[in-house]
C-alpha cells in the first residue's frame, strides 16, 4: 500500500497523478463511501494530514530535494522510520543534521 501526498492539491495535478499510477487509485476525499481496503494507493488531496499519516509508515520520501527546495523532514524522522531525500539538502539545517546522523538516506 502506498501514500502519495502531493505539494500541490489542484485537480489537474490530482488527476494527472491518478491517470499515472497504474494501481488501484483513491482519493482521501473519496473515502466516504468507498473502503481504504480495496485500493492500493492514497492519494492525499487535502492539508493537514500528513504528520498523522507519517505515524503509519514504514518508510517515508520527503520531496523536495531534487530541485524545488527541501521539505520539512522532521515530521517524518520523529517517528523513527526511514526517511528519503533528494541530493539537495544543503542549507536545510535539520536535514544535513539527520544526515550525518544516518537517520535520513539521500
Do not use: M, W
Not at 2 to 17: L, M, R, V, Y
Not at 50 to 76: C, M, Q, R
Amino acid at each position: 500500500k502506498f501514500i502519495i501526498a502531493p505539494h500541490t492539491i489542484k485537480i489537474k495535478n490530482i488527476e494527472s497523478i491518478k491517470s499515472a499510477v497504474t494501481k488501484r487509485t483513491i482519493c482521501y476525499s473519496e473515502l466516504k463511501d468507498s473502503r481504504l481496503e480495496d485500493f492500493d494507493v492514497l492519494i492525499i488531496d487535502t492539508i493537514g494530514l500528513l504528520t498523522k499519516i507519517y505515524s503509519y509508515a514504514d518508510v517515508a520520501y520527503v520531496g523536495g530535494g531534487f530541485a524545488t527546495g527541501l521539505h520539512n523532514t522532521l515530521e517524518p524522522a520523529v517517528f523513527g522510520i526511514p526517511v528519503i531525500i533528494g541530493p539537495q539538502f544543503n542549507g536545510f539545517a535539520e536535514a544535513e543534521h539527520l544526515v550525518s546522523f544516518k537517520g535520513v538516506i539521500p
